[in-house]
């Protein structure tokens, strides 16, 4: 008998290990080398943000600073932009690139872009799967019920079937910023290769989250179904 957790199928999840690793040192890389590099409109990310959004014709998104790096998200519900300090009061290429990119998320949700109206209402469904299906998962193994573990399973295909419908968003808003920076007068057309390649290695890790949860998608419908034939 052996615990679940800690079986040979284990080495499923190496490849998405390995990407998800190189793809967090990229961004990080990528961001602070931007980061050294100013914008010649020096404008900060606060007010790009409030620029881009009045812009687009929206006047009731708040823009508030964060004290998390790399923590700058739009929050739907309360239409508020959060920037972290770095973002929020700089004026480099990765500032603008970022602060943009989340204006991109207010303006998808300003116009009802249809992935991030569906990312949305499947958010609540994602956050009870990623927060129910490994409990029920240990629980049905350690019972020996396998439907009691095939619940925990489908939980968590939730969880990445969130992760899927999140791509297109993140790209979205990413192709939306690149778009209106060098329009608005924010950036320069020369620099504008630098906030691509800042917003090509963010969403490097969305794509290696997906991976990640589907090897271990996989990784868990192999163990519960091992369990199951021995049950049989």
Request: charged fraction near 15%; avoid cysteine; proline fraction near 5%.
């Amino acid at each position: 008998m052996f615990f679940p957790l800690f079986d040979p199928t284990i080495v499923i999840l190496v490849p998405g290990i390995i990407i998800s690793l190189w793809a967090q040192m990229r961004v990080k890389s990528t961001f602070n080398k931007y980061l050294r590099v100013q914008s010649s409109s020096g404008t900060t990310g606060m007010e790009a943000a409030k620029r881009l959004l009045h812009l687009n014709g929206i006047h009731d998104v708040a823009v508030e600073i964060i004290h998390h790096d790399l923590g700058d998200h739009y929050d739907p519900r309360k239409k508020v932009l959060r920037l972290s300090p770095k973002v929020y009061g700089g004026s480099s290429l990765a500032a603008l690139g970022v602060a943009a990119h989340e204006a991109g998320h207010a303006i998808q949700h300003h116009r009802g872009y249809f992935p991030l109206l569906v990312r949305n209402s499947f958010a609540p469904v994602a956050s009870f799967g990623s927060q129910a299906a490994f409990p029920l998962l240990i629980i049905g193994w350690l019972m020996g019920s396998p439907s009691l573990a095939y619940f925990g399973v489908y939980l968590f295909g939730a969880v990445v079937l969130f992760q899927l419908v999140t791509l297109p968003v993140e790209f979205n808003a990413s192709s939306r910023a690149l778009s209106l920076l060098p329009k608005s007068g924010l950036i320069s057309t020369h620099e504008a290769e630098a906030a691509r390649k800042v917003l090509n290695a963010a969403a490097l890790t969305y794509v290696a989250a997906l991976i990640v949860g589907v090897l271990t998608l996989l990784r868990l419908l192999l163990i519960t179904g091992m369990m199951g034939g021995r049950n049989e």
